[in-house]
C-alpha cells in the first residue's frame, strides 16, 4: 500500500470537546507517475486513514474515485482546504 499526508489541519481541543474537520481533496492529490512516466489520475477505490502522527491512525475508511483516466499536468491541484467547525 502506497501512502501520502493529503492534508493536516490543527485543531487545539480542550478534554471532551469535539469538532468536525472538513477536507477538500482536489482528484490530482490523487496523481501517480505511470509507466509510461506521466502523472496520471484513475478512477477506483482510495483508502483513508485520519490520526495523531503515521503510526497513530484510529480512523479509517475509503472512498471511490469516479471518472475517466486522465494525465495530469504541471497546472495540476497541490493544495487540500480544510475548515474546522
Known sequence: MMAWMAGFAR???EPGE???VTFQLH???T???GRAGTRMV???E???AVGGASDQLPLRGSVTLAGPERAVGPGRVLDTPAVID
Open 46 to 48: 482510495i483508502g483513508v
Open 31 to 33: 496523481a501517480f507517475t
Open 42 to 44: 484513475e478512477p477506483g
Open 11 to 13: 485543531v487545539p481541543l
Open 18 to 20: 469535539e469538532r468536525r
Open 27 to 29: 482528484a490530482d492529490r
